[in-house]
Nanobody, 114 residues
Framework: QVQLVESGGGLVQAGGSLRLSCTASVNIFSINSMHWYRQAPGKQRELVATLTSGGTIKYADSVKDRFTISRDNAKNTVYLQMNSLKPEDTAVYYC????????WGQGTQVTVSS
């Protein structure tokens, strides 16, 4: 069982930055991959960024060059640094982890005002 706790969401103006954190209840070395998803009102949940245990990183085209996923192994925490935020980045952001099955965090709201 893996529990994920997100933090760091909030309200920011367009062009601003936020950093989301996702802390796992287990050693993240034991997790195959960690992901950030987002879901805007009326839209499907979409994959934003992936970080595998081997260090492979992938981003959605819509956030490439603006968002950065990283991890702090000592803190069992994965981060999503979001820069140059746009109103279309407004969504609930979810952390997810794959360890035999898929686990979800509770989500954190990010609102970008124009």
């Amino acid at each position: 069982q893996v529990q994920l706790v997100e933090s760091g969401g909030g309200l920011v103006q367009a062009g601003g930055s936020l950093r989301l954190s996702c802390t796992a209840s287990v050693n993240i070395f034991s997790i195959n991959s960690m992901h950030w998803y987002r879901q805007a009102p009326g839209k499907q949940r979409e994959l934003v960024a992936t970080l595998t245990s081997g260090g492979t990183i992938k981003y959605a085209d819509s956030v490439k060059d603006r968002f950065t996923i990283s991890r702090d192994n000592a803190k069992n925490t994965v981060y999503l640094q979001m820069n140059s935020l746009k109103p279309e980045d407004t969504a609930v952001y979810y952390c997810a982890a794959v360890k035999y099955t898929l686990y979800w965090g509770q989500g954190t709201q990010v609102t970008v005002s124009s």
